[in-house]
Structure formats: C-alpha cells, structure tokens
C-alpha cells in the first residue's frame, strides 16, 4: 500500500454531541524516544512509520496544530458503576486506509485529561511493552484485536510501587466504542445523544444494520454475535482478558485493554492472574458468564431507543439476551470441538470437550501442549501412558475420530486451531525484565516466535514449556501500569 507522507486524518467521531468527547492536548514528552516501530503493520496501513516519529515532535515543539480528543465512558467495573473516560489516552483521529476502513489511532500514556480522576496520566515502559507483545500475539492467533503500532520511552519517571521509566503506545482500532460508552449516555445524556450514538456506531461499524426493520435491535443481535465470536476464541487459546469491565468491552470485538491478561498454563477454569480480582470474577472459566452480564447491561442501554413502549422494549431486549446461552453452547463447542480434530460440532460429541478438559485439571496438564500433544502420533502415547482415565478418554476419542475419516482428516483441523506457541508469562516476563534493562534479545526472539504461532520448528521447543507451577501460582499481573 502506497504510505501517505503526512498523517492525514478524519474526524466522525466528533458530529457526535460535545459531551461524548472532550478535546485533549497531549502532555510534552521530556525525551521521546521510540524503542518499538511495528514497520509491517505501519506500512500495511499506509503510514509511514517515520510520520509517527515527527507527530510527536511536532507536538514537543508545539507545530503540531491538530485535533485531539479523549472520549468519555461509563463503566461497571467489577460490577459497580463508575463514570469514567479516557485517563491517559487520547485519540489522534480516525485513519482510512486504501480500501475505505477507518481506524482510530490513540495514543496512550499521553498525560492526564479531564477524565484522569486520581490517576497521573501515565503509562509504564514495562506495561506498553507488554501490550505490544501480547496484542500481536492476539492477532497472529487469528483474534480481533486492537494492534500496536509504536512504543515510545517518554524520558520520564512513572511511580507505581516502584519507579518506572515512562512509555506511550499508538495503539489502532476499528473504534474505541464500548459499551462504557452506551452506559454513559444512557447514564449522562439525552435519548436523542443516546440514539446518535447508537446510529453513529451502525453507520461506523456496522452499516449493513441500517436498512433492518429496527437497526437497534439487529445492532444488540450483532454485539451478541460479536462478543460470542470473540470470548469464545480466547477460550479456545486459554487466554484470560484479566479486567472485562464493560467500559474495555469494545463494539467492534477487538480485544482491547491488555492490563493484566495473561495466557493460561495448566488448565484450571479458576485461573486468575489479576492482583486485584480477589474474588476470581474475571477467571478463565467464568469469562462465558460475565460477558453475558456484560451484554445485558448494554442491552439495558438501549431501553429507550429499541421501542418506544417500554415492555415492549424489554420483553426485546431480554429476548435478545436469552439468545445467548444457545448462541455461545454452539459457538464454543465448535471451537473447542476443532481443537481434537472435529470440523463441526454436533451435542453428542461436547461430551469428548469436558472430559478431556477436567482429565487436564485433575492431571495438572498444560492446555496448550496437551491439545498439541493429541495433534500426533508421539504425544497421544504420552497423554494415553500417563494414566488409565486417560487411555479411556483417548481410545473413545479415537473411535470418534475413526467414524470421521481418522486422523488425516482431522490433523490438518487440529493443526489450524491449537497454536504451538503462546505468550508464556514466565518468558514474557523475563522478556521484558531485559528489554526494559535495555536487552530486546529475548523480546524480538519471542515476538518472532509469536507471529507464527500454529508451526514448530526446532527453536520453538524451548518457547513452549510451562512455568514450574511455583511461578504459576504465585505469578500476578496488574492493572493501570
Ligand atoms: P483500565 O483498567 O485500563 O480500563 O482503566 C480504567 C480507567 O482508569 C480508564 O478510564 C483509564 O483511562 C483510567 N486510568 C487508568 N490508569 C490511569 C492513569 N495512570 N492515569 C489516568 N487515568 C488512568
Ligand atoms: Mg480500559
């Protein structure tokens, strides 16, 4: 794709009423200095990296005469509501790319805005980092996600538990919209700002709607539909979101807001890493749950606007919502089901999913390895000589498996759907640890690794082992840095 020389960028988001956003400028960076370009994905979208470089001196030198803007959102953050907004972030503007798609390129860790609270505004090197690293792994396994375009060192201190060297991310996306967002004009505005924003999201995301009986209600089906997609794939991968308050809930279904995600090791559906989720609401197994909350409070949001007799209104909406559990068993056992060699899914093959999966726990198995493991020949032996549950569950998986062409059929299915390599927390760590200490060795080796996550090579043995489970129980990840 041809890059432009200048960013040039658009602007929709702000036909929306002045309450839905407030205009930003960015915090002076004392010593900016970037330490990560994503130069493909830069150059995929038609910037040339270098104009990244030059926006942040235009604005150290004050030439930078464009618009910023921080949105404001609303949110149930572990379940209570709380007004909130963009902290420590601000959107650049919306970028087209060749084919007509917008994205909205924000820049994060950019100061405090009107919506910062306590917060200083700030972002870690460590944190920013470890976005890049993880949302890359996200979209190279195939996951909507946001993307990363740069990290910045900011030449300032960051005060966390610690003292932290600063950082700023770009960050791209189809759109930051969330269902923080529905809450806050539901919450804060009128039910014409409500309805503007309901139609600006149609129009921006998903203009097909527009044209259905009632776009409101096909727009609810559609978010389902979206966050059913999404969650279910981070189920397949063992990936923990870590923090699914609905104002990190995206309309786009990008994953987005990678504060204290983490990957999963041995399989345990309580697994949490978050230091501050005590109470394991955001654990691996309870992520199918709480975005079914979460989509019933943006359901709630669009009372007003689905019809103007309010039963009506609601008897719709929970219809909407009750949709769920069927549309998330199918999409999940599909998924699941792929994972040990099935195309599709039908109920009587679920049965094979929980077994294996509580087999995996009692067994402290690691879920990654196990489901690459029973993709050959080797690894089936291993997995069916470790003890006699095992052997059984394997032997009536293979009679399946025989009934549907054997395993030449399904290993290629395998193969498409368990990766090989994932972000491992303890590798992550230590990449990290010495990037930030200036050593990026590991850090490129485990981005490379990570950018080709479903094929083995020799090197990437030593990328797939677990953590001892010492680490794995006592590691935590953290949120706001
Ligand atoms: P998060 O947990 O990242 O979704 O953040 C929740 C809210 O806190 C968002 O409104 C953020 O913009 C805000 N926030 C997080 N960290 C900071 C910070 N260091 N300074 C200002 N606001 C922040
Ligand atoms: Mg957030």
Request: aromatic letters at 14%; charged letters at 25%; one cysteine or more.
């Amino acid at each position: 794709m041809k890059t432009q020389n200048t960013l040039s960028f658009e602007y929709s988001y702000l036909n929306l009423p002045e309450k839905f956003y407030s205009f930003e400028y960015p915090q002076v960076f004392k010593y900016p200095e970037f330490v990560k370009i994503n130069d493909k994905l830069c150059r995929n979208i038609g910037i040339d990296p270098e104009n990244l470089v030059k926006l942040i001196d235009e604005i150290k030198s004050g030439r930078y005469n464009k618009k910023f803007f921080s949105q404001a959102y609303s949110g149930h953050q572990f379940g209570h509501f709380t007004n909130l907004g963009d902290g420590r972030a601000l959107i650049l503007g919306e970028h087209i790319i060749e084919n007509g798609d917008r994205f909205d390129i924000q820049l994060k860790g950019s100061g405090r805005t009107v919506y910062a609270r306590n917060g200083d505004g700030k972002a870690t090197l460590k944190a920013m980092l470890r976005e890049y690293l993880i949302s890359e792994a996200m979209y190279n396994l195939g996951i909507p996600t946001s993307r990363s375009l740069a990290v910045l060192k900011t030449g300032e201190k960051v005060y966390r538990e610690q003292e932290n060297e600063g950082a700023a991310i770009f960050r791209l996306m189809k759109s930051h919209i969330r269902i923080g967002t529905f809450e806050y004009a539901a919450n804060f505005c009128t039910k014409n700002d409500l309805k503007e924003l309901a139609y600006y999201t149609i129009k921006r995301l998903y203009p097909e709607l527009i044209n259905e009986d009632n776009p409101i209600q096909s727009l609810l089906n559609k978010i389902i539909k979206i966050q059913v997609n999404l969650v279910s794939d981070w189920m397949r991968v063992g990936f923990i979101h870590g923090v699914m308050n609905t104002d990190n809930v995206a309309l786009s279904g990008e994953t987005f807001d990678y504060g204290p995600c983490a990957f999963m090791n041995y399989y345990n559906p309580a697994t949490v890493y978050s230091s501050i989720d005590h109470f394991g609401r955001y654990a691996y197994g309870n992520q199918p749950r709480i975005i079914k909350w979460n989509l019933a409070r943006f359901a709630e949001t669009l009372l007003p606007i689905l019809h103007d007799d309010e039963n009506m209104a609601i008897q719709m909406a929970q219809n909407e919502i009750n949709e769920f559990d069927k549309l998330w068993e199918t999409e999940y056992y599909k998924k699941m089901l792929n994972k040990i060699g099935f195309e599709t899914a039908s109920p009587g093959l679920y049965f094979l999913i929980d077994d294996i999966l509580k087999l995996m726990q009692k067994n402290y198995l690691d879920f990654t390895n196990t489901f690459f493991m029973l993709s050959n020949q080797e690894g089936r032996e291993i997995i069916s000589n470790k003890n006699d549950e095992l052997k059984q569950w394997v032997k009536t998986w293979e009679k399946f498996i025989d009934d549907r062409g054997g395993f030449e059929n399904s290993i290629p299915i395998m193969q498409k759907n368990n990766p090989i390599v994932i972000p491992r927390n303890h590798i992550v760590e230590r990449a990290l640890d010495e990037a930030i200490a200036g050593n990026t060795y590991l850090f490129e080796n485990l981005l490379k690794k990570i950018s080709n996550p479903y094929s083995y090579d020799i090197e990437t043995d030593e990328y797939m082992n677990p953590p001892d489970f010492a680490f794995e129980t006592s590691y935590q990840t953290f949120c706001g840095t």
